[in-house]
């Protein structure tokens, strides 16, 4: 039976702030490899036989760097599925499961955000799976332990089901444990972390949640009866799919259902929940130490230290976390990791944005970043890419002064048009209606110095936009 991937790429990563933020999630980084998460997600599918093209469901905010880090590793999706908003993965899960073309398929649904280094023994456990979820199982992933890990939950396994070599009914779910019962899990031998991965026929899927969510269900079916496609992505009836109850798969679903059925599983698996976890599944030097980016070390050990931007030097330092962005830098005792996400809380109580994006926010025609700003005045880098075009659009409260550096530029100011190359400028007054774009085959850059009473990102108003954006 043809098994299709659910890639589940919404949530914010705030455990691996200042480099994941709302609008840039640890999903869609290159926190491991080159490729970003949700990248190595599918990728270390596409060798397997019986795969069909994924769904890949995220939230509007990320729908084209979605399609874009897709379209990079020429990955064409049966769909990409735009929550309105967030419901956790109950709902995103049965959203997906109603809109499948095909119904004669086993769903493999994986976190967009996890490193599994063993992809053959992956593959493996999935195979095994596939036997009891044909049977009508819904089958869940139990992760190894390899410690008393209190970060976890936990699934204890039952007995051994019939004519489903590997596969084992799940006796119970259990939250959390303190280090104490952690310990005593692992000594038991039959209890296994929970990898929140799952594979099973949709309709079974959908049949559980009818007796066990059927609110849920009922508030799905309808955004989905209610979905329109819009570019390349499948947006869901927003008001129907907001009156969805928030819950997760397990809680739902998984807990209550007498079909659960558990394969253990020892993959290489880590959920990447802190940056304790990511350091755990990079290179580590004979000191214990995991770099990446332009960084010196003298008399360091067991530190993580990531630098986005600038040079980062760390002299006779030991047991700390250290990650620099263009706009923040984080200094933690490792055994403090859990409890960045007290940044992200006082950042946004504040009504600051360091928690919501970088100083590179990207669209989808390419990225500005913001290189100064002060009284009256900004300047930022553009980057447009080729064939790509911003909307048209017009300020009431700030004029733009244009400088290419390197391509070509098509400006259209009050429906005049010129082309512009490297080292020309123009300007665009208040209240003008203006638009840029790409003509060229390479990227676009160029400096934009805006001044004006008022110079907020909300002041735009578009009166015609390729990707659809109000």
Known sequence: MKVIPVVLSGGSGTRLWPLSRAVLPKQLLPLVTDNTMLQETLTRLSSWADIGDPIVVCGNDHRFLVAEQLRQIDLNPESIVLEPVARNTAPAIAAAAISLKDKNVLMLVLPADHVITDVAAFEAAVRKASVAAEQGKLVTFGIQPTHAETGYGYIQS???????????????????????????????????????????????????????????????????????????????????????????????????????????????????GSWTALKEVQANDAEGNATRGDVFLKDVKNTLIRAESRFVAAVGVE???????????????????????????????????????????YRPWGWYEGIDIGERFQVKRIMVKPGERLSLQMHHHRAEHWVVVSGSAMITVNDVSRLYTENESTYIPIGSTHRLENPGKLPLHLIEVQSGSYLGEDDIVRYEDTYGRS
């Open 319 to 361: 047991d700390l976390l250290i990650v620099e962005t263009g706009d923040a830098v984080l200094v933690a005792h490792r055994d403090r990791a859990q409890d960045v996400k007290s940044i992200v809380d006082h950042l946004k109580a504040s009504g600051r944005s360091e928690h919501q994006m970088h100083p590179r926010v």
């Open 158 to 272: 039952g007995n051994a089901l019939s004519g489903a070599a590997g596969a084992f009914e799940v006796a119970r779910f259990v939250e959390k444990p303190n280090a104490e019962t952690a310990q005593q899990y692992v000594d038991a031998g039959n209890f296994y972390w929970n990898s929140g991965m799952f594979l099973f026929k949709p309709a079974v899927f959908l049949s559980e949640l009818q007796q066990y969510a059927p609110a849920m269900l009922n508030a799905v079916t309808g955004a989905v009866a209610q979905s329109y496609k819009d570019l390349d992505f499948v947006r869901l009836h927003e008001a129907s799919f907001a009156e969805s109850p928030s819950d997760s798969i397990d809680y739902a679903v998984m807990e209550k259902t007498k079909l659960a059925a558990i394969v253990p599983a020892s993959i290489g698996w880590n959920d990447v």
